[in-house]
């Protein structure tokens, strides 16, 4: 043990009269505890200044001085520390002891009355120290947080710093080659940072959540606020992350049928809180809509953003138009964007009467982190993501506006050619709690992501196995050991997560498959990616999200 650490956890004692200290120290050190007796109580604020596990303080030690320094540094405790004292007393309650009635003052206080046996007093001693332990295991958490945190915005400001250089230099470039290179340099600073930023953000959240639980029997008040700011920063970085990944189509799709008369009306009423009163929604719907393909949440999103733009676009209010049609776009048209096909696509329009962009704020609308708004009204991610999501979708994005006249910005999607098959709802609110001995395998490469993945899994009821790659996942899965679901990371070191599931679905036909991932290349998209019986979450994700998922695929 360091110096530092027997500091920490030592007892002071303060019993000026009698043979108590002397008592006390020689049953503390037979019962392998470290104590040091101090003479009096400027002496014992002295050492305790320097660390102390808990105090040991005779009641008639209290008598008769300034009390001030003591009480100060109880005060100023810093909001992890909640310093255990025993407080030695006479038989006979407050009449003959004083100094007990000082007990609200000192704060965690338990009282022995003299004379006491060895036994109870190395309890009181063994259950203090273990409390004391559990501060400090809050305090390095949060000291682990406070730094987590700092990387986590230095990192935040040289990826923006990149990305504005990246930007500027592409500005003089032709308008396709700017684009393609744009595309390739944020695309390869986003996605190369974006699996182990995640885990960070992952670990930090998780910590964040465990740590409120495990303090929720001390004292939280001032914890609180910094659990809340610690989860309001890691949850605006992992916004900033996927909205980057959007942008740089790197993010992981869930492309299906999408009704998008259907998801423009059920978002009418969000929609309409969104805006000023003194604009008119107008929703001018197709009766004859084909089915889009994309992912609904990613489409939700970028509606709302549309909104929100042509919103900010006309403060003194006006008429703003959401508009569903379709359209065929033939090889003219399609052959100058590499990556749209001539076809059917169903295009969702937002216009606005409101202020309109010049030319030259057209051609970089697009751009990530460009905005024409002031700072600290927007992060000029809105555009880029919608651009990002169409391309990644196979569809397209464009903008017509006028100055004075207003902005019409159209999305393209593909139409879906393929059977509809009726999604069948599972109630998971009211899904059954694990069963015995249904049991999980947890391959994860990141330990903080394990354990927090566990903690959830405990907590749920399942047993759970775990491996940190896919090389040791692989004999648990050749062997007798049940296993109802297995949990992997996709971007493991060496054989991937989805190698590991068809290496696991030959020695288990049946297996299921829970996949989570903060960055995989080939997990784009999940319609080619995922077999059924399997299903993927992104990092960061909340425990809800992760005890849903849990509990849906392994009632299936």
Known sequence: MSVVEAMSERALILAPLGRDSQIALMMLNEAGFEGLVTRDLVTLC????????LLLISSEALLGC??????GLIEEQPAWSD????LLTHHGGPEQNPASRLGPQLGNVTFLERPFHPVTLISLVTTALRGRRRQYEARDRLIDLSQSELRLQNTLETLEQQVEERTAQLRHNEEALRQSQKMEAVGQLTGGIAHDFNNMLTGIIGSLELLRRRLARGRTDDLDGLIDLGVTSANRAAGLTHRLLAFSRRQSLDSKPVNMNTLVVSMGELLQRSINESIQLDMQLSEDLWVAEADPNQLESALLNLV??????????????????NQHLDKGFTQVHSNLQPGDYVVLRVTDTGCGMPEGTITRAFDPFFTTKPIGQGTGLGLSMIYGFSKQSHGHVTIESEVGNGTTVSLYLPRYNGALVEDTLIDIAH???????ETVLIVEDDPAVRVLVSAVLSELGYAFVEAGDADSAVPILDSGQRIDLLISDVGLPGMNGRQLAEIGRQYRPDLKVLFITGYAEHAAVRGGFLDPGMQMITKPFTFDLLTAKVREMIRI
């Open 46 to 53: 002295s050492e305790l200044a320097q660390g102390a596990g």
């Open 83 to 86: 310093l255990p004292i025993v």
């Open 66 to 71: 300034d009390l001030e320094p003591l009480l």
């Open 431 to 437: 899904a059954p709690h694990a069963q015995d001995g």
């Open 308 to 325: 929100l733009n042509a919103r900010d676009a006309m403060p003194e209010g006006g008429k703003l138009v959401v508009n569903t049609s």
